[in-house]
């Protein structure tokens, strides 16, 4: 079978790897940034080869490869472990790691420590770290290490619980102060999960740094998704904001029952597949 051409590599492609100073020039060029989510080797080298600006590896690792049921179990090592195989398939964009929950609320210190391993142990650029206004020191303590960081606020997957849920976060007031105390701080960008259009665009026109959004609309300054929903491999019902561009779950599951039945027919190995 021959794979589709693919798409040439976005706007913003640089033969090197992609900085922080590229986002920026993204953004004041108005060329959209696209981040989409790996947590392995293989699909690490596929984001870089379609051309991505930044791969992801996001603390969703818990919910999408071990089946938890939030973000809250990802513990630094899975977050090292995983950071560290994806910035090893990635070499042209630019590669962020989630500080899992709770390091962003153990003071500077620890945040600094946490973040300074990440950036070590795994290699990546930046380091994503969810959070509100009251964040902001932590994320100034961070970047004056001179590691960067990109914001995450909105919908904050790690406070599901305090959040009531995986729902629309619609406090305009609250929203703006907390991506405004990120960029403040020092925030080379900043996620919007899960706000009204509106407050999104609001907040984008606001900040003098790219926001990246996931169901925040179309006018932030880029988009982000987790990798298994845009391919289809996600198990469960995907929120109303995604878009599958593949159904790899059915290719999948269809590959496996077909190699299945050919073993059970004594089809599978056949003279190709047999050595000596
Ligand atoms: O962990 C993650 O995958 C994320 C994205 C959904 C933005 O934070």
Not at 241 to 263: E, L, P, S
């Amino acid at each position: 079978m021959t794979s589709p051409p693919r798409p040439p590599a976005g706007p913003n492609a640089t033969s090197r790897r992609v900085t922080v100073l590229d986002l920026a020039a993204a953004r004041s060029e108005a060329r959209p940034i696209s981040m989409v989510t790996a947590y392995d080797w293989p699909t690490g080298r596929l984001a870089d080869a379609a051309g991505v600006d930044c791969v992801l590896v996001g603390d969703s690792v818990a919910m999408v490869i071990a089946g938890r049921s939030s973000t809250i179990p990802a513990t630094l090592e899975q977050m090292i472990y995983h950071g560290e195989i994806v910035s090893r398939a990635v070499s042209r964009a630019m590669v962020v790691v989630d500080l899992p929950f709770p390091f962003q609320h153990l003071g500077v210190r620890t945040a600094v420590e946490s973040c300074a391993r990440i950036l070590k142990e795994t290699g990546c650029q930046a380091v994503k770290l969810e959070g509100t206004a009251g964040q902001a020191d932590v994320i100034a303590g961070i970047v004056a290490a001179g590691i960067p960081v990109m914001g995450h606020v909105g919908l904050r997957p790690q406070a599901v619980h305090q959040l009531g849920g995986y729902r629309l976060q619609r406090d305009q007031d609250r929203l703006l102060a907390d991506a405004r105390a990120a960029a403040d701080s020092g925030a080379f960008a900043v996620v919007l999960e899960c706000i009204p259009r509106s407050v999104a665009a609001a907040i984008t026109a606001a900040l003098a740094v790219p926001t990246i959004g996931i169901g925040a609309g179309p006018d932030c300054d880029g988009q982000v998704l987790v990798m298994h929903d845009l391919v289809g491999l996600s198990p469960d019902r995907v929120p109303r904001f995604v878009r599958a561009y593949a159904d790899t779950k059915q290719t999948i599951g269809d590959a496996i029952a077909r190699w299945r039945a050919d073993v059970e027919r004594r089809d599978f190995p056949g003279p190709g597949e047999t050595l000596g």
